[in-house]
């Protein structure tokens, strides 16, 4: 025993003085959490957390392309388009590079972090005249520079590009579709619409994308960092810390089957705690995520335990009595032992103007 005490006293001497005294390492510090928002299986797609509308100092974005893809990656971001603006670009003295160099600078650090990064651009002309627009999926941001806008949406939708409409409402004292934006989605280059824009949400958007079947998008159109903005939305720490982001719903995880489900409209609007899109999507996210199980029945009352499977927060009612189910996170409710079904209505998700889904299970 004594021998065993001189040995453990001679390793914690040694061990001191291996210690540098001018210099010690954190090693652990240096590494990052990546905080994902759970998301189930939805009708067999797998759904992909996206974001198709940030900037960088390469037009007026106040961060360097490599930096946007670190941050999406802490975020639990899957899909990131970087989509500098092609007429406003500020620090043009400063910075070099062409139209794509935002993207060729980005592109390593996306592979790196398992980040799939899509090309694009943002068109952006005179907000109420023509608008904003974002190119996606182009092979050349350099060839949609043209003078005339419908040139320039011609030029991206040539190679290929998915094109939407940004913020309808922002600068505007209304939500409002010119002569020029409705030119465009009638002739087929524009097929997609912000229904919600960094801090901004637009119902009569949300109406447009299904009256005229343009796929939803939610974007954070970060120019700052997002950490910035989530703060002072949030100085309390209250509410959620995810960032808006579309909800693509794909049958693989490829640049393919991003643009496939953009394609056939397979996307919903998530932002602060909202989802808005198609019905039938709302629904089948919800079904996914919220599972009934009972739990004891005590006379003429059974209870159910509640989960959410999901890491979105769920408000909804159950006759006039509203419940919210966190993201992760169970209730337990009480129901009459003779009820064969509970219709639940979902006040946090939109489909139009002021009208929420209403969802049916039947209990077993």
């Known amino acids: ?81 970087i989509t500098d603006h092609i007429e406003y670009r500020p620090f043009k003295e400063y910075v070099g590079g062409d139209l794509n160099a935002s993207y060729e600078l980005a592109l390593p650090v996306a592979q790196e972090y398992g980040i799939m990064l899509i090309r694009g651009t943002e068109v952006t002309r005179k907000q109420g005249v023509i608008g904003h627009f974002n ?9 949609v520079e043209q003078t005339d806008p419908e040139k320039a949406l011609q030029a991206a939708y040539d190679q290929g590009a998915f094109v939407m409409y940004n913020h309808p409402a922002w600068a505007l004292d209304t939500c409002l579709q010119t002569e020029f934006q409705q030119a465009m989605i009638d002739k087929g280059l524009v097929r997609g619409i912000e229904v919600f824009n960094n801090d901004e949400f637009y119902p009569r958007a949300l109406s447009w994308s299904r009256d005229q079947q343009l796929t939803v998008f939610a974007s954070s159109d970060i120019h700052w960092t997002i950490n910035d903005v989530l703060e002072s939305h949030f100085p309390d720490g209250t509410g959620t810390a995810f960032r808006p982001m579309t909800l693509v719903f794909v049958n693989q995880k490829s640049e393919e ?41 005590r006379g003429k009352s059974i209870s159910y335990r509640v989960t959410n499977l999901s890491g979105i927060q769920y408000k909804f009612t159950i006759g006039g009595t509203q419940y919210i189910l966190d993201g992760g996170a169970s209730i337990q409710i009480s129901l009459p032992a003779a009820q064969r079904e509970v219709v639940m209505h979902i006040l946090n998700m939109h489909y139009y103007e002021g009208k929420h889904p209403v969802v049916s299970m039947v209990l077993g």
Not at 270 to 292: D, I, T
Request: proline share 2%; hydrophobic share 45%.
């Open 135 to 143: 190119a996606l999926f182009i092979k050349d941001a350099n060839a």
């Open 1 to 81: 025993m004594r021998c065993l005490l001189s040995i453990i006293l001679v390793t914690v001497h040694l061990g001191l003085f291996a210690l540098n005294v001018n210099k010690q390492n954190f090693p652990e510090k240096k590494n990052f959490n990546r905080v994902e928002m759970a998301l189930p299986k939805v009708n067999g797609y797998t759904v992909l957390r996206c974001d198709f509308h940030t900037h960088t100092v390469f037009s007026d974005g106040l961060v360097w392309p490599a930096y946007r893809v670190g941050e999406a990656w802490i975020q639990g971001l899957d899909v990131l388009a």
């Open 257 to 297: 089957g991003v643009r496939e489900a953009l394609d056939n409209r397979r996307t919903l609007a998530y932002f602060y705690g909202n989802v808005a899109g198609e019905e039938k999507w709302l629904k089948s996210l919800f079904l996914a995520s919220v599972q009934w199980e009972k739990v004891s029945e």
